[in-house]
């Protein structure tokens, strides 16, 4: 386990450099008007849970309903200014939900919607959670996915987004792992233009998300190294096993004027997911060699 908690020590020390220049996130959507044709009407969902449907918008306005996680919305309207919550910037926007109507604050409806692979009826919902900047002076972009079945919330997890962006993200099942139904995976994007520079992987099993581990890229002018996870189903491998496979490359230069030479090493740890934590299998050695393993029999 020490290169995956090294890992994630380099990424923590990484964000907190680099969030200097953040901004407030902001969350924002599109409105449909009565000229809409039906079928391009789009909808959005409900984020947060036992929301109040307000008379207008306003926090201190007059509620008319409460409304559930998962709750289908068209959105008609929204507030020529903005409200900041949480240290997130959002409009209220006029909603209807079947037969009620009213306004709801932007934050609390979610920014991606998508289903679990193991269970139809479950579902994730994702957005902003909050911005705050602790004692250090760092700020720290708060993120949350919730699962819920049937406008019932099963589980929430919160963790850190690095950047006051949307995420892209991916459910790809589970891989062929035991005690594991469906592995989301986010990218982590960089503060300059949000290209993706690591992984966040998050894993939904038997109603609870863990957050499993980021693994990060990093490169200056002497070395750089990135890390991927390798699951059973991608080699045709043990259920049980994930390889953790660590790439580094140094750049070496005899003289200041000689063109540096890249020395590669691949590093190959294997893991085993226990329902709460990754554990390194010590009956299977670290493997370091100059060629990428692909062709480990585990």
């Not at 520079?197 to 109603?207: A, D, E, L, P, S």
Request: charged fraction near 25%.
């Amino acid at each position: 386990m020490k290169n995956l908690k090294n890992s994630i020590l380099a990424l923590s020390l990484l964000v907190m450099t680099q969030l200097s220049g953040q901004t407030t996130p902001e969350v924002h959507f599109a409105t449909v008007d009565q000229s809409t044709p039906i079928e391009e009407v789009s909808y959005e969902y409900l984020m947060g849970d036992k929301v109040y449907l307000r008379e207008k918008p306003s926090l201190k306005s007059k509620r008319l309903a409460i409304l559930d996680i998962g709750t289908k919305l068209v959105l008609w309207e929204k507030k020529a200014d903005y409200e900041i919550i949480n240290g997130i910037k959002s409009h209220w926007y006029r909603v209807s939900t079947g037969a009620d109507e009213g306004w709801v604050w932007g934050g609390l409806i979610a920014q991606k919607t998508f289903g679990s692979q193991a269970y139809h009826d479950v579902k994730f919902v994702y957005g902003f959670e909050s911005v705050k900047t602790n004692d250090a002076g760092v700020i720290k972009n708060k993120h949350q996915l919730r699962a819920f079945k049937n406008g019932v919330e099963l589980d929430r997890i919160v963790f850190d987004g690095h950047q006051p962006v949307p995420l892209n993200m991916e459910n790809i099942g589970n891989k062929g792992l035991f005690n594991v139904e469906d592995i989301i995976v986010l990218d982590i994007p960089n503060t300059k233009n949000n290209a993706t520079v690591g992984k966040t992987y998050i894993f939904w099993n038997n109603g609870k998300f863990s957050n499993v581990a980021s693994l990060m890229d990093y490169s200056d002018a002497n070395y750089s190294k990135n890390e991927d996870f390798i699951f059973p189903s991608d080699m045709e491998g043990k259920k049980s096993t994930i390889i953790l496979k660590t790439n580094l490359t140094t750049h070496v230069a005899e003289t200041e004027n000689e063109i540096a030479t890249n020395v590669k090493e691949y590093i190959t740890n294997f893991y085993k997911w226990d329902g709460r934590k990754l554990v390194k299998k010590e009956d299977m050695p670290q493997v370091s060699n100059d060629a990428i393993a692909t062709n480990i029999d585990f």
